[in-house]
């Protein structure tokens, strides 16, 4: 079956530690998206790939990373800098044919 | 900068019920608008869309109409059932291919109760 896994689902880090959010797809799709999820914020953008080996930030960029080395991967990275990294963070990719984000499970990160 | 805004909830209703949700969106030119729905512990599965003016999505009984007019995507259903019972989100996407991004309202948690 072709989709997105995220792994782990749910990850616990001590303050001052960083932290990498896997994001795999086998949907052959070239865009690939970062979002947090915050309780009544809705989605926010972090980084945004649209091919590999090119990222944009999105408008919450600050504190992460990100690479895309592979055209399956798409790996977050939650950096120290990070000043509130307790959130739910979702992966995605886009069907350009037909203009349509398919999202993974999520990772549940909780700082200690 | 592109926007969208949908009803705070959460909405409770019984089972049977009739459900709107409302959305209404800010954006220049004509984007394409979509209801994502989220389960809990899960993420955002589509549940409709609509590119242009006029055209109306629908999935599993749910039914949206794009309404350049009044900028509005409001979310129906005829009747509820406990399975629906989830987090609805409104989007927006501007322009194309693989440099498009999608902007989200903030969702609404719909409660169907028996």
């Known amino acids: 079956d072709g989709g997105i896994t995220q792994s782990p689902k749910y990850l616990f880090r001590k303050e001052g530690q960083n932290v990498t959010l896997s994001c795999e797809q086998n949907?052959?799709?070239?865009?690939m998206y970062w979002y947090r999820q915050d309780p009544g914020q809705g989605l926010r953008l972090i980084y945004y790939s649209q091919i590999v080996n090119d990222f944009q930030k999105g408008d919450i960029a600050e504190g992460y990373s990100v690479s895309r080395e592979k055209k399956e991967s798409f790996p977050l990275t939650v950096t120290s800098a990070q000043k509130n990294p307790t959130a739910f963070y979702l992966c995605?990719?886009?069907?350009?044919?037909?203009?349509?984000?398919?999202f993974g499970p999520g990772t549940r990160l909780t700082v200690l | 900068g592109d926007s969208v805004t949908q009803m705070e909830g959460p909405v409770t209703l019984s089972e049977e019920a009739f459900l709107t949700i409302n959305c209404t969106y800010t954006?220049?030119?004509?984007?394409?608008l979509f209801w994502y729905v989220q389960y809990p512990g899960e993420g955002l599965q589509l549940l409709l869309k609509?590119?242009?003016?006029?055209d109306k999505g629908s999935n599993k009984g749910f039914e949206a109409t794009y309404r350049k007019e009044t900028t509005s995507f409001h979310l129906e259903k005829g009747s509820v059932q406990v399975s629906d019972s989830a987090v609805y989100f409104c989007a927006l996407r501007r322009g194309t291919g693989t440099a498009s991004k999608l902007t989200f309202g903030t969702g609404t948690r719909l409660q169907v109760t028996l």
């Open positions: 954006a220049t030119g004509y984007p394409s």
């Open positions: 949907l052959n799709h070239d865009a």
């Open positions: 609509a590119t242009k003016a006029d």
């Open positions: 995605a990719s886009l069907n350009a044919g037909v203009g349509e984000q398919f």
